[in-house]
């Protein structure tokens, strides 16, 4: 895979005992480092006109001054230093750099990811919270429709907390599909059924809030009754997952129980998925806090891509995963009301 990184993102320093820390990059350099294929590009950083695009424009001043004059907590958990500025632009230009260069036909060994940090789905338009200042997936999507290159963008996140920030903003876009699979009940306490979207983006937000202890079979049941069959119906020109890897079952912060294997297996159904609708698919890294497991993680999704065939389950998906596929395919209007 080609990774979009910058040291500046490591300049952005949480303290050691936050868990959104610079040794989340380090240790996913380092297992990178065991890999072959692998190939860095430190793309342009955003400027804030593309930033400006999906946030108020007076938040993004305000973010500035915070980190000018010397950062501090935003909120209790999100905390910036005065080089935060800088890591947030760049962290948001290569999520930017990502959905470009997939939409410049660049697949296969190629698909890009950005490795960069701060995260980003839950900065919502006027506000940073959960660790995230720039909404950087989303960032990357509106840049997509606003340089003609895509007219239409799905975005699948698979991080085990719902991404609030790209939901909120896209809410009202008919242009951009949101999928999320996350935990029931964790932060930010957003990603009910009931959230679809409104006006012209009704029926283009879908959630799929699964129980905690969900693992590989739940989540391969559902991406393969929800998200899958929502990307083929709206037909994107570019996915982009928001890959976060806080599901997994050493994380310290989750309840779920995701493999290792069981994030090469999503990997693969959201590229088969591309590759059969003919859409662009780009990586922005989110969340993951074992630094074990998020360097893992990282490094099987370019396995997959480097030919590796991921292990799937063979058990079938809990009850109450498939009593909530059940009911979501049977009121999303994506799915016209059909349960079959």
Known sequence: MKFGYSEVCLEHDTGQRHPENPDRLRAIRKTLSRRHGVEYVEADSADESTVTAVHDADYVEEFREFCADGGGNWDPDTVAVEESWDAALQSAGLARWSAETALAGEDGRDTPFAIGRP?????????????????????????????GDA????????????????????????????CSLHEDGLYPGTGEIDEVGEGDGA?????????????DPEYRTAFDDLVEPAVRSFDPDLILVSAGFDAHRHDPISRMRVSTEGYGMLTA??????????????????????????????????????????????????EDVRDLVDEVRASHPIFDGDSD
């Open 269 to 318: 159904r959201v590229r088969d998925v591309a590759d059969e609708t003919a859409a662009a698919l780009g990586f922005v890294l989110e969340g993951g806090y074992s630094l074990d497991t998020l360097s893992d993680g990282v490094a099987m999704v370019h396995e997959v891509f480097d030919g590796r065939d991921p292990v799937v389950p063979e058990e079938d998906a809990d």
């Open 151 to 178: 007219d239409s963008v799905a975005v699948f996140d698979w991080d085990v907390h719902h991404g609030n920030g790209t939901q909120d903003i896209f809410a009202e876009d008919g242009d951009v599909l949101y």
């Open 203 to 215: 029926g283009t937000t879908l959630n799929a809030p699964l129980p905690a202890g969900a693992g």
């Open 119 to 147: 995260p980003g789905h839950h900065a919502v338009v006027d506000d940073a919270m959960g660790f995230c200042f720039f909404n950087n997936a989303a960032v990357a999507a509106q840049y997509a429709l606003d340089s």
